[in-house]
């Protein structure tokens, strides 16, 4: 390799032992970050030049050993064993050394260039625990150890001068020697690799995993040696390197006491009990909600006031130009109120990230997890299933590319599946709206209550999919329960803002363009521009589905074109709403009064607006997570029938709440 070359480096380590974090501390990407294993689902690459040299960095998904179960395993085993990846940076959770070694020693058996980054140093000053950083290296071979703090941004450089000097250093690859049986069969192996397929990397690692019947090993390079591969090895070297690690944490690691581990336990008797753990889960998301609208009421304010200042300029400025009406209503009426509406709702999408951020960084999402095991585990699933369906809080995409976490296929379909029905921040607007003009005394609790309606019908279905497919058993979880930790300011601003710009981006380009798109249908009909909105594309098309809604109490023509604007994005269904009934700064006090004097000329009432919530929380998902469905699935058939039953699901239960709440 050239010196001036880039030098590609590989971070690979355990789930939640700070790669991503320590990965944005060196290249400033901002990728998410959250103390709960399973957020990193694909590779991510970033470039850091030190002292001129540059190289790129490759963030992997976490892993516990180079032996692949699930998709993320597989990525990360795949990335690693490229011949481009010059360097591999094996970062390691301090605190916890000897759980972590075990992958470092699978990463030695390679014979790349192996850096150990010792992350988390920080924690174990304050547990009181000492690491032997100049023994730690000799046993392991002659590795560069470097102690960092991906949070306090410490040890970075010198990790960056390891990486430069030591890239084209090749790594022993005995480090660890196996008992004489087992030695003997890696060598006689290893020479009828040779034979077979000259030129083999890896050997002595291709040996041990042939050993162990490695699935992938086993078909990539086949051998017919039945005296020597009589049996699965496995297990005795499992053993072999975790007795080695043990006396290498016994010659390295100087423990003296931890307050903090105390602390963890006493609060996870209460966070993880078995019978208490729901309610409380439950009662935080509640909180969350509360705070959501509490405090992002009192903040929209000053985008109302900001908003109608906009309004109002924008129209004299139109007038003094003498601008034709149309085009002011296009402006005004069409990309203004429809966008500008949408932002409104900005304070309170802050205020819900903000929450779930500080919930993932402090460590407590990873025991949300752990709780629903018990509850996952009785409809067919493990708790692991549950991290990607709280991703859905946030947004549907990332959560059905989280689904790689799990090891089987056909759980990975059956989360899938669920996903959808967990109410992501993109329906939030339409929470507000409806629950704000309807229920104005309770509107948290009634926005809270889709969120829980949401994640009911999904361990429902569930449920119902486990008992068709009989004979099909939850895995038992195995997770890593981090300690808890206060939230990292850094971190959780990337988070927020990462979300924050996600909805800014989709308030000028999706929503903006729906806008307009709804502006033209509402403006034009068969015979050209209409100054009657009943005579308009969007009157013909709505009036089509009106019968078919109208038992559902949605039986108004522009709740029908809302809501198929809102396949867009489900953002888009609110600033439809805002220009099908003509209402400027929606998300304000006149706003909302405007749009309920308008409903109420129609009947509409509380119970239709309840209808309307459950119809859009339950409902087709967005344009962006049918496509992503249909990548993660690999089926057109699987995404169809999810899109069909999601829109008759949506509507059987739009129906009995608005038929039973009549009556009612």
Not at 539 to 545: E, F, S, T
Not at 582 to 601: E, F, Q
Not at 617 to 638: D, G, H, M, Q
Request: with cysteine.
């Amino acid at each position: 390799m050239k010196k001036d070359d880039k030098i590609r480096v590989a971070f690979v380590g355990n789930p939640n032992c700070g790669k991503t974090t320590l990965f944005n501390a060196l290249t400033g990407a901002n990728l998410k970050v959250a103390n709960w294993p399973g957020v990193t689902v694909e590779r991510k690459e970033g470039q850091v030049s030190y002292k001129g040299q540059k190289m790129i960095l490759v963030d992997l998904p976490g892993i516990y050993s180079l032996t692949s179960y699930s998709i993320e395993e597989k990525v990360s085993r795949r990335c690693v064993m490229e011949e481009e990846v010059d360097v591999i940076v094996n970062v390691v959770d301090a605190s916890s050394l000897e759980r972590n070694l075990y992958l470092t020693m699978q990463l030695l058996e390679l014979g790349k260039p192996v850096i150990l980054a010792l992350n988390m140093m920080d924690v174990v000053r304050e547990r009181g625990m000492e690491i032997d950083t100049h023994r730690l290296p000799e046993i392991l071979g002659g590795i560069p150890v470097v102690p960092v703090s991906a949070r306090k941004r410490t040890g970075l450089n010198v990790l960056l001068h390891a990486v430069k000097h030591h890239y084209e250093e090749n790594q022993c690859e005995k480090v660890i020697t196996y008992p004489k049986e087992l030695e003997e069969k890696i060598c006689l192996l290893e020479t009828l690799l040779k034979k077979k397929y000259p030129g083999i990397p890896y050997l002595r690692w291709t040996a041990i995993k042939l050993l162990e019947s490695d699935e992938e090993t086993v078909n990539e390079y086949p051998l017919q040696a039945p005296d020597i591969l009589d049996r699965s090895y496995e297990k005795e070297i499992i053993n072999c390197k975790y007795n080695y690690i043990e006396e290498v944490v016994k010659e390295v690691l100087f423990y003296k006491h931890s307050k903090k581990e105390g602390k963890t336990d006493a609060v996870d008797k209460v966070l993880t009990h078995r019978v208490w753990g729901v309610p409380v889960f439950l009662g935080i998301m509640a909180l969350v909600f509360f705070l959501t609208f509490t405090i992002g009421d009192l903040l929209k304010g000053f985008f109302e006031v900001g908003l109608d200042a906009l309004l109002a300029g924008t129209t004299s400025l139109l007038e003094n130009m003498h601008t034709a009406d149309w085009l002011i209503s296009l402006v005004v009426d069409g990309a203004i109120a429809g966008v500008g509406g949408i932002l409104t709702f900005l304070p309170n999408i802050f205020i819900l990230f903000l929450a779930l951020g500080i919930l993932e960084d402090s460590g407590y999402m990873s025991r949300v997890a752990y709780v629903m095991d018990g509850i996952m585990g009785k409809v067919g699933l493990s708790g692991k299933a549950f991290l990607p369906m709280v991703l859905g809080f946030g947004c549907t995409v990332p959560a059905v590319m989280a689904t790689r976490t799990l090891e089987k296929e056909e759980d990975r379909k059956r989360t899938i599946f669920l996903t959808p029905f967990m109410s992501c921040s993109a329906r939030l607007p339409i929470y507000v709206m409806f629950s704000s003009i309807f229920f104005p005394d309770y509107p948290a609790v009634v926005a809270f209550s889709m969120y829980a309606l949401g994640l009911v019908i999904a361990i429902l279905l569930a449920l119902i999919i486990g008992k068709i497919k009989k004979g099909d058993s939850a895995g038992t979880l195995l997770m890593e329960l981090p300690e808890y930790k206060m939230p990292n300011a850094r971190t959780i601003a990337i988070y927020v803002w990462e979300k924050v710009k996600d909805y800014l981006s989709k308030a000028g380009t999706t929503i903006f363009i729906a806008s307009i798109i709804i502006w033209f249908v509402l403006n034009f009909g068969i015979h050209g521009m209409v100054t009657d909105v009943s005579e308009s594309f969007g009157a013909m098309l709505g009036h089509v589905l009106v019968p078919v809604l109208a038992p559902a109490g949605l039986g108004l023509w522009q709740v029908a074109v809302a809501l198929i604007a809102g396949l867009s994005a489900k953002e888009v269904v609110v600033s439809s709403m805002s220009v099908l009934f003509g209402i400027t700064n929606i998300n304000s006090v006149a706003g909302m009064t405007g749009m309920s004097a308008a409903l109420a000329k129609y009947g509409f009432g509380p119970v239709n607006a309840y209808a309307m919530m459950v119809f859009c929380l339950l409902y087709t998902p967005c344009a962006a997570t049918v496509a992503t469905i249909r990548k993660e699935s690999n089926s057109w058939k699987f995404t169809a029938f999810m899109v069909l039953f999601q829109l008759i699901l949506a509507y059987v239960c739009a129906l009995v709440v608005y038929q039973v709440g009549s009556l009612l």
